[in-house]
């Protein structure tokens, strides 16, 4: 990489930020108003900068585009499943970024029927998105959400399916989340706070009805829940779901009586945490009560749902984590996880032979698929490895036969999952914990510290992180990389203990086990010093904030995808998404306690003159979770403060937002120019 061209320097304009007598001096405060030019012309200078110190990589990353979006399958589509008479499927054609949605009355040999093809909506806009589809119960209509910007603000509409016609009223500002009551005129959505987007309220619209006159049915006031609506599997309910971090709250209504008003399930209570399911005259409830840590199944009567008429049905393991059940007519569907692993068990309503879905490796992930249907013998559920693409499997419970109804392809010619190794090996931190990392590369690779290896974690809101198919990753293996996924505390890999681990006053052993991942596989020889890389994303980008504050030496480059940098005066202002509702997660630093052990982490705020790898640095200008000023805070301090020449970039994206580009294809040149300044650092340019 040239070194011939001076980084733009950000101005340094102080502003004192007080709280609990402490005064932290902020330089790079003025940078978070995106209205102002000189905001604008520092980001559009540093993305100047990145394109000329890259430009030599420039025809690289067209090749590197090019491999992997041709080993994309153009002309793909979805599985279909059946719901009330229509097969639905969602398929993409060769040449264009937006999916088309659709679907076939009856069987899969009817016309079909096209809903929405996103290629058109999409012409003339560099952001799309549409979400929050939604079909009548009488298959005539449908609700669908647009957002052309990238900041999750949607606008609701409504098409007839029978006509095509688009419907006159347009809702704004909503969250994309609605359904449909059974009378096929009753659209219940949610709307967000036009500041925060905290999702709080839910609304009755009737088809044909000036939106003006749309009634608010429920209004979340506390600032740390969220909420949505939907209808149970079993269409006899409608349900508002609130949920912060630690606690849960249901309401519910017949979705007959759309005019009815919603009753309380069970009242909420702090670090009570439940989720519903409907089937016959019972509620089935996914519940920590009780102190059930890893979760338990319970069951009541649909005329008594509060919690002491709740019965134990599959009680608490303090082993297993129970994530989810998925109920039909003859088996109950168990969601589990298990020494970090994913496993699905089947219990017959019979109470005879349950037994568990076999997987034979350790580095797989599985999951159950869309099962819409109760009076049916068929799970569908998904299955891949590290090493193995995604597959849509139908097995049947009563015969225990399976169907791979599909196997996504990897076209190219190039492709063979036996030529790559999948292991998972056991990392021990510094209190003794082991943390497992699962890692893929290709056979005929040594141990000898030679290496180049991506370590990559997340870390937070009890996500867990399970080994997934990625064919671009392929543009790295067989390049000679290691891929390793580090399962830290923070996710809920290894349960929900290891979730509480890693947050609030533990945090920091989020930060420490990524450390002691990284010693390790240079320790086992996989890669060394100066060929380990690390990536993160949001909350993982804060983890590589705090990494390379902490133990910069262990790394020749890092990734850092709008990252979570500047943890206190993010938390302190209760004006930005996400805010109020993270308390739980990162705790209030309203309290000294909080703010104090924040403090000690916080990337932005524990910068200091040291040496520092090569970095990249990516947001989006319209980020709404990870405002793109943090990043930019933080690289124009790194700048002033680090002793080193390395290497280090601010690349912010002027038209997206968190999850960056919006078509298939787009975001893949995101991925190219990431895996380049890897490549570059390890010479290799082909």
């Known amino acids: 990489m040239s070194e011939t061209i001076m980084p733009p320097v950000a101005a340094k304009k102080d502003t004192v930020l007080e709280k609990h007598g402490d005064k932290r001096v902020d330089p790079y405060f003025w940078l978070n108003n995106r209205e102002n030019p000189e905001v604008i012309n520092y980001l559009k200078a540093e993305n100047e900068y990145y394109q000329k110190m890259t430009a030599h990589t420039k025809d690289f990353q067209k090749e590197l585009f090019e491999e992997m979006k041709g080993r994309i399958k153009e002309d793909d589509e979805s599985v279909p499943y059946l719901y009330n008479g229509y097969y639905y499927n969602t ?63 949607y606008t609701l509409q409504i098409k007839n399916l029978e006509t095509g016609a688009i419907q006159p009223e347009k809702i704004e500002n909503v969250t994309g989340n609605c359904v449909w009551a059974n009378d096929n005129k009753t659209l219940f959505y949610t709307t967000q706070d036009a500041q925060t987007l905290r ?94 840590t890893n979760f338990k199944v319970m069951k009541t009567p649909e005329t008594a749902t509060s919690k002491e008429n709740w019965k134990d049905l599959i009680p608490h393991d303090e082993k297993v984590l ?19 692993l994913n496993k699905i068990k089947i219990m017959p309503w019979s109470g005879k032979g349950d ?40 097995f049947n419970m009563k015969t225990k036969t399976k169907e791979i109804k599909k196997e996504f392809e990897v076209l190219g010619g190039k492709f063979d999952k036996n030529n790559y190794k999948e292991e998972r090996v056991w990392a021990t931190a510094v209190d003794g914990t082991q943390v497992p990392i699962s890692l893929v590369y290709r056979k005929e690779l040594k141990k000898d510290g030679s290496n180049p290896l991506l370590q990559y974690a997340y870390g937070s809101y009890g996500n867990s992180l399970d080994p997934q198919f990625d064919s671009t990753i392929l543009s790295l293996l067989d390049r000679g990389f290691i891929y ?105 630093p309203n309290d000294k306690k909080y703010y104090d052990y924040m403090k000690s982490y916080s990337p932005y705020d524990n910068v200091k003159a040291q040496d520092y790898p090569t970095m990249l640095v990516t947001t989006g200008l319209h980020d709404s979770q ?61």
């Open 199 to 292: 999702s709080d309220k839910v609304f009755k619209h009737v088809l044909g009805q000036d939106v003006s006159k749309d009634v608010m049915v429920y209004f979340e006031k506390d600032e740390t829940f969220n909420i949505g609506v939907m209808k149970t599997k079993s269409k006899k309910f409608l349900v508002i779901g609130c949920s912060s971090t630690l606690t849960s709250e249901y309401l519910y209504l017949n979705a007959e009586t759309p005019e009815a008003p919603f009753k309380v399930f069970q009242k909420r209570v702090r670090g009570l945490e439940y989720n519903i399911s409907h089937y016959g005259s019972d509620f089935y409830i996914v519940t920590n009560k009780d102190k059930a």
């Open 91 to 153: 398929r993409f054609e060769k040449g264009k970024e937006y999916p088309i949605y659709s679907r076939k009355k009856g069987s899969l040999t009817a016309p079909e029927e096209i809903l929405f093809d996103c290629n058109e909506l999409a012409k003339g806009h560099a952001y799309f998105k549409l979400v929050g589809l939604n079909v009548s119960l009488d298959n005539k209509w449908v609700s669908f959400a647009t957002d052309y910007v990238g900041r999750r603000i």
């Open 626 to 686: 990870v405002q793109y000023w943090e990043p930019a805070k933080w690289v124009a301090k790194l700048r002033t403060m680090k002793t080193d020449n390395n290497l280090l970039f601010l690349d912010t994206n002027m038209d997206a937002g968190h999850g960056g580009a919006s078509g298939r294809f787009e975001s893949l040149k995101e991925l190219a120019k990431e895996f380049s300044f890897l490549l570059d650092l390890e010479r290799i340019d082909k």
């Open 355 to 394: 037994y568990y879905l076999p997987f034979e490796i350790e580095t797989y992930s599985a999951e159950v698929g869309t099962n819409v249907d109760f009076d049916t013998d068929i799970l569908r559920y998904g299955y891949q490895s590290l090493a193995t693409p995604y597959s849509v499997i139908d």
């Open 322 to 340: 129970i994530e989810g059940i998925e109920i039909f007519k003859d088996f109950l569907v168990v969601e589990e996880r298990s020494n970090g």
């Open 484 to 588: 390793a996924i580090a399962h830290i505390r923070g996710g809920e890999d290894m349960g929900r203990q290891w979730y509480e681990d890693g947050k609030l006053l533990k945090k920091k052993n989020t930060f420490t086990d990524y450390i002691d991942c990284s010693k390790f596989l240079i320790q086992q020889k996989y890669t060394s010093k100066d060929h380990l890389y690390a990536q993160g994303g949001s909350a993982g980008g804060l983890l590589m904030g705090a990494v390379v504050n902490m133990a910069p030496e262990l790394y020749n480059g890092v990734i850092a995808q709008v990252p979570f940098v500047d943890v206190i005066t993010t938390m302190l202002d209760e004006t930005i998404p996400l805010t109020t509702g993270e308390y739980d997660e990162w705790g209030n």
